[in-house]
């Protein structure tokens, strides 16, 4: 157990990977390629971590007196703590650009100064580079910023994060827990499939309101229930509606029905009128279309066992592009099996925008067969 009681100083250690979650965007399906940064800057695309570790850091600066953070320099971490007024301490002087080993040095230079809790910001990738430096031995937490996000080790938002290092500062007893780190297997990704392969287990507090779960793949007996739901839709489209085709298998399964065969699993496809009129697009690219349409409609689909439906993989749905379809034009897509799973816990939406993920609260329908309809609560955690 992590226990807060005569310590003054909670000791908190942080490391940014300052462009993660470009890759989503841009349409790259993760950050990891070491020209991610140029790419997105040719989009015109900026990184939306240095506003994800704000928020958090900026819900704890009540507590500054009573935090004192370890980091790594300049964009890894140490401008960012400027820009909030916290002390700290640089550990290790990253190289810019940085790259993962940058990640894994100063995860290893942290865990040698000695701290309570590790907090880093980026996706699947950066969660690869922490756990192997710094194994079992160091409790840590993810702020979620990447594009993939399949690894139970990430907070289900930044304020999430805030939320769990008050916790320590109010000497209330945290259970900590290992969680597994993982990552899409690239060679079944090559093949059309997404599997995640399993990196290893880091430690992490044990909240399962404030920290997300695993993501899980869809099952054998969810696929009668998918063709149902493809065939659905297939019989259901309007015309002269650009339909907005979202990332996952659940989509894949509606995509084929279309006889969208090309798409990737991760990416974000356009049908218009019978035909699909863009695969694979950005944000720029899916906000310019958006401009081109009187009329749209969002498919999206929940990830299994975490129950988030924005903000993991699918970052080319940005506020604005969410705000541009309009919310009464999301149309939520699963299976009953996996809202089952989720054993009644709310849908989660995390667009990076606080005003819209409140306006998205509520209980929404979601199709989870042929002319088959729950209620279902979606939840945005402030």
Known sequence: MLQRE???VLRVGLIVNPVAGLG?????KGSDAPDTSIRAAALGLTSQVPERVLNALGLLKPHASQIEFFCASGVMGQNLLIEAGHRHRVCYQCTEPTCSEDTFLAAQSLLEVGIDILLFAGGDGTARDVQRAVKDKQTVLGIPAGVKMHSGV??????????VLE???SHRLVAVRLAEVRDIDEASYAQGRVITRHFGDVLIPDDQLL???VKCSGLQDDEIALGEIAAYISETLEDDVLYVLGSGGSLQSIKRALGVEASTLLGIDLWFNGECVAKDVSEPELYASLKKYHDARLLIS???????VLGRGNQQLSARVLNKIGISNLQFVSTQQRLQALEGRALLVD????KLDAAMSGYHKVLCGYEDFVLYEVQYLN
């Open 6 to 8: 005569k310590k003054a």
């Open 24 to 28: 989503g965007p841009a349409a790259l």
């Open 154 to 163: 990430f907070a289900v938002t930044p304020k999430a994060v805030a939320s």
């Open 167 to 169: 916790s320590l500062l």
């Open 211 to 213: 920290v997300q779960s």
């Open 302 to 308: 929940v990830i299994g066992g975490q129950g988030v």
């Open 351 to 354: 667009s990076g925008d606080d």
